[in-house]
């Protein structure tokens, strides 16, 4: 038999942070797309509407007037999907009917006065600014909810249904399912290999050079081993850092300075305004903050959905709803100047 | 404290199928929606193309001329994402880098001769003959491969690419990671309790009649009470039914009826050909087919985008993709008037 060539031979790989499996089939890039395409991206967005309501000085849905902000602006969302005071379903009846109490707080933060930049067409400064508030709204709801999920859904076919330059904070009673399997692996990882996991799957991408999109010098970007969007990504610090709080002010200048650079890549790839969901993960926070949680690296991840333009997603539709994740290149592959054209092409790591 | 009303208070539920919570937020129905809305699905599909490469007589992209059959068609996916030759990984250098072989058999399966027809558009017997064809699928793959998806991606929305009306059948050598976690949770219940998971489940929604949408003398269809899409059900049949093969004659007419049924209700909701990814899972077959698995049960997932009409849909995005599933409206509430219209309303079990 031929000798195994990931670009050519379809394999399964392993994903040890959230502890799941994905199908790597190179060679299904090659098949001609009939399917959906998504309507254009490029719509003209004026930079302020005062009946959008997340616009400096426009009236909310709840009737609340926004201030006329010119940073960032955090306010409580309106229509929130946990809230802090919901009764408790109380005990279940059954095993397989089992219900529980969840409550928390849903803020959504505005990046911008402007509707019309988004991240990447943010100064750094400006970015810096997102980032600080990120933390200290980590700190703040942390001091009370054990999770506390910062995401963006960028783009209308990330379900966003507003463009002006925002992400969500969603705080809750309970350490949420994806949480609750990050945690289960890198508390094993820690005590079988005594080190984190993800401090060790970094130095790892640092030697092996295959899959670094971007190297700074508190930062790495890189696409997973285990990706199953197309052009995935991981953010990880260098240093071993368990929350966005304890970043020090120069982490977080070169994080607002590696962020733009990787959101530009993302723009200038597709030549569009390029859609994602991405979010952090740090250690959990609430009553257990001062536990042991050495275990825990602090990350983002980007979970792009694009696949062969600005307008031809990838599916993650019957086989992977119903049996597992499948992706259509490798992860080596993103690198690679064949597929990805020079502006998403190799890097020279800085070590 | 008010008492707790689960289709008032966010709260989460437990899968206990597949060890995954749910995040429950009835009220988020209540927010207005100003992002994407999806390309409307009426087009005019001719039912007889020369050009499809589904369609009877058609030539396919690897030069093959289709016959000219009639009833349906199972053929080799040309593009397949697993194929049954491919070479072994290796062993892994990392327990962080873990790749494994990846073999199998990816077919297409159309169901009728005719582009322009849907299931639920199809007669009783068309139908049965397609289970027909499920059935035997299984048999003959699962003769060699450990397990055997069978699932179809309806509408431009689930990433299909061809209105021709098809399911796929994708083999492999490996148990996906969907079908792991159905295997642990079944065999755990099975030695906790005595009996398999879903035979109690069933047995218990045809008791609390809150979430059955339809009832047949050997089926039973239910909005499950940890679902995560919208219009979400799950099929099962009354008797312990272990894969597709071992169903009586009497129990494949039935299933045409109660999918034909279902399907029409479907398309009902929304006045629409209602989009969805569908697929069977049964006890893994293979080498190993001959062990115990009564602790498996026959079921099908139906898994349908839509949330509120037929071009807006739910987005499973950021808080989804990062902390948790989350959904906007209760299983029970599926069944109400007031969401629903009458064409998915309460039904009388015939129990
Ligand atoms: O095989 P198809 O119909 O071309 O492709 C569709 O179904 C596959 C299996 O769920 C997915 O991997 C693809 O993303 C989707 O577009
Ligand atoms: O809160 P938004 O932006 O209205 O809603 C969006 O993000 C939420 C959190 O990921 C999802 O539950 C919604 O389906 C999506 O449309």
């Not at 797309?33 to 000085?57: A, I, K, M, Y």
């Not at 990046?111 to 703040?140: C, K, N, Q, Y």
């Not at 982490?251 to 962020?259: H, V, Y």
């Not at 990350?299 to 694009?306: I, N, W």
């Amino acid at each position: 038999t031929a000798p195994f060539l990931a670009s050519e031979h379809q394999h399964i790989r392993y994903n040890p942070l959230q502890d799941e499996w994905v199908l790597v089939s190179a060679h299904r890039m090659k098949r001609p797309w009939q399917g959906q395409v998504e309507p254009s991206l490029l719509e003209t967005v004026p930079r302020h509407d005062p009946r959008n309501p997340l616009c400096p000085g426009a009236t909310r849905a709840n009737g609340e007037v926004n201030p006329h902000y010119d940073g960032t602006f955090l306010f409580d969302n309106d229509f929130p999907a946990l809230q802090p005071d919901a009764p408790s379903p109380g005990p279940s009846d059954h095993p397989l009917f089992q219900a529980k109490a969840a409550r928390g707080v849903c803020k959504v933060l505005c990046f911008h006065p402007w509707s019309d930049v988004t991240l990447p067409l943010m100064s750094i400064p400006e970015i810096r600014t997102v980032i600080d508030v990120w933390a200290s709204v980590t700190e703040d709801l942390g001091a009370q909810y054990p999770w506390v999920q910062i995401f963006e859904n960028k783009g209308a076919m990330m379900g966003c249904s507003n463009p002006h330059p925002h992400c969500q904070v969603w705080a809750s009673s309970f350490l949420p399912d994806i949480a609750q399997r990050e945690e289960r692996s890198q508390q094993a990882y820690q005590s079988q290999h005594g080190e984190p996991l993800l401090m060790e799957y970094g130095r790892q991408e640092l030697l092996r050079k295959e899959r670094l999109v971007l190297t700074s010098e508190h930062w790495l970007v890189l696409v997973p081993f285990w990706a199953v969007w197309p052009f995935q990504t991981l953010l990880l610090p260098r240093r071993h850092v368990r929350r966005l709080p304890e970043l020090t002010p120069a982490e977080r200048d070169d994080l607002a300075l590696i962020m733009k650079k990787l959101l530009t890549k993302y723009d200038n790839l597709f030549e569009t305004s390029f859609p994602y969901s991405m979010g952090w993960h740090g250690a959990p926070t609430g009553s257990e903050a001062g536990a042991n949680w050495d275990h825990w690296q602090l990350h983002a991840h980007y979970y792009p959905p694009l696949l062969r333009s600005a307008t031809v997603r990838k599916f993650m539709v019957g086989y992977e709803m119903l049996a597992q994740a499948q992706r259509d290149l490798t992860p080596e592959q993103v690198k690679t100047r064949s597929i990805l054209g020079p502006l998403f092409s190799p890097i020279s790591s800085k070590d």
